[in-house]
């Protein structure tokens, strides 16, 4: 029940009814030191971590298997082109396209428990990376650590004047509006059966 004012917040957010004030940045906080540091070369392959090889090896999973599902979907094969989208997403790595296309499958099929599953995994993982890029953005611009939290809060990306983005965080909110809307469908779905 909690949710429903939430969802209506969202849905004014989304739909331009409620809007966030721009934000403005104070240039004489920002330190402007290149990054990364100008003064070495840099050594691309003794100095990626363990953790961006796994991102990187999900990344070129993720590409393969959204590439072989849009040939699929081509070819008119939808129970291959949604098996391969499903194998995509368990590597939850942040790529909209698989997730998307799953939605309006399991929609066009009616099944919504499906669509349901895949609107809450995109929220996790979608929040998870923005996270993870909010806090990398804080720990190279702390001078904007309130502005970029506000950034994630609202969903909008911090950009000054001059075009430069600090921050741009995922769509999130396409995901949630999303979610209620299956709610809706499962609870009409579960009336007429009854």
Same mark, same amino acid.
């Given at each position: ?7 209506? /917040?969202?849905?004014? $957010? @989304?739909?331009? @009814? @409620? $809007? ?21 070369? @840099? %050594? &691309?392959?003794?100095?990626? =971590? ?16 959204? %590439?072989?599902?849009?040939? &699929? ?77 506000? =950034? ?17 965080? &995922? ?7 999303? /979610?209620?809307?299956?709610? $809706? ?5 579960? %009336?007429?059966?009854?």
């Amino acid at each position: 029940m909690e949710l429903i004012p939430i969802a209506f /917040l969202l849905i004014l $957010v @989304i739909y331009g @009814i @409620i $809007v966030f004030p721009k934000q403005t940045i104070d240039k004489s906080k920002i330190d402007n030191t290149p990054y990364p540091s100008d003064d070495k070369p @840099i %050594n &691309y392959t003794s100095e990626i =971590s363990p953790e961006d090889k796994l991102r990187g090896f999900k990344l070129s999973e993720t590409s393969r298997l959204n %590439n072989r599902g849009i040939v &699929y979907e081509k070819e008119g094969d939808t129970i291959s082109a949604i098996d391969t989208y499903e194998a995509c997403i368990h590597y939850k790595y942040p790529a909209y396209h698989a997730y998307d296309r799953l939605l309006v499958l399991y929609r066009k099929k009616k099944m919504y428990e499906d669509e349901l599953r895949v609107a809450r995994t995109a929220i996790e993982v979608f929040m998870q990376e923005n996270d993870r890029r909010a806090k990398g953005a804080i720990k190279h611009h702390p001078e904007l650590e309130e502005e970029i939290k506000l =950034s994630l809060e609202t969903n909008k990306p911090l950009i000054d004047d001059e075009g430069i983005c600090y921050f741009n965080p &995922y769509n999130v909110f396409k995901y949630i509006e999303r /979610l209620e809307k299956i709610k $809706v469908k499962i609870k009409r779905q579960k %009336n007429y059966l009854h």
